[in-house]
């Protein structure tokens, strides 16, 4: 499986951006993809995930409401729109793919991830 993100940039902050993470050859007919970022100095943590088979979504507290998470079956594409944007998000935004997950699984653990994007940088600054 490989993963390419993209929509990555600068942005004011209130602003929006949307994230792209391309996916080709999934792995299995149920995997979940997730987003996941790391600010410098800080270690990567949790943002969303999204089944690909049932839809079922989860997302982190400190992005619930301002971010949603979603796909494109037939681009093999997940999405990340971000709105309402703080200086607190600022960090390399990573995707990846679970492909063990089950029907109604959506994890926020990173080792559970198996296959990973090379990151794209967000930042949000006045």
């Known amino acids: 499986v490989q993963l390419v993100e993209s929509g990555g940039g600068l942005v004011q902050p209130g602003g929006s951006l949307r994230l792209s993470c391309a996916a080709s050859g999934r792995p299995s007919s149920s995997p979940a993809t997730g987003w996941f970022r790391q600010a410098p100095g800080k270690d990567r943590e949790f943002v969303a995930a999204?089944?690909?088979?049932?839809?079922?979504?989860n997302y982190a507290d400190s992005v619930k409401g301002r971010f949603t998470i979603s796909r494109d079956n037939a681009k093999n594409t997940v999405y990340l729109q971000m709105n309402s944007l703080k200086p607190e998000d600022t960090a390399v935004y990573y995707c990846?793919?679970?492909?063990?997950?089950?029907?109604?699984?959506?994890?926020?653990?990173?080792?559970?991830?198996?296959?990973w994007g090379q990151g794209t940088q967000v930042t949000v600054s006045s």
């Open positions: 990846a793919v679970d492909e063990g997950a089950h029907y109604y699984s959506a994890s926020k653990r990173l080792h559970e991830y198996d296959y």
């Open positions: 999204l089944n690909w088979s049932s839809g079922y979504t």
